[in-house]
Nanobody
Framework: QVQLVESGGGSVQTGGSLRLSCAAS????????MTWYRQAPGKQRELVAG???????NYADFVKGRFTISRDNAKNTVYLQMNNLKPDDTAVYYC????????????????????WGQGTQVTVSS
């Protein structure tokens, strides 16, 4: 079993900062991509930023220059540093990891699967 737990959400004013974390635990063999998504009320879930195991990163245009994604492989954790927050950033933020479990590895099944966190609310007021 694998569990992802997010933390760091909250309420800030425009221009403020927050740092989100998402840590995975359980029977993990390896974690490939780590990705942050968000979903605002009445909108579809959208990709915010992603990072590969080799630390290659990609960002949605609407967060470039403001958000930074990073990871700590030893802690199975991904971070999202969010600066200069805007009201449009208000959403529930979700992490997604591409994980190969130890059970898969034991059976030589090395195709990763998606695991999602429960979401953390970020609210930015004007």
């Amino acid at each position: 079993q694998v569990q992802l737990v997010e933390s760091g959400g909250g309420s800030v004013q425009t221009g403020g900062s927050l740092r989100l974390s998402c840590a995975a635990s359980g029977t993990i063999f390896s974690i490939n991509d780590m990705t942050w998504y968000r979903q605002a009320p009445g909108k579809q879930r959208e990709l915010v930023a992603g990072i590969t195991r080799a630390n290659g990163t990609n960002y949605a245009d609407f967060v470039k220059g403001r958000f930074t994604i990073s990871r700590d492989n030893a802690k199975n954790t991904v971070y999202l540093q969010m600066n200069n927050l805007k009201p449009d950033d208000t959403a529930v933020y979700y992490c997604k990891f591409n994980i190969i479990t130890t059970t898969q590895a034991m059976h030589l099944l090395f195709r990763d699967n998606d695991y999602w966190g429960q979401g953390t609310q970020v609210t930015v007021s004007s």
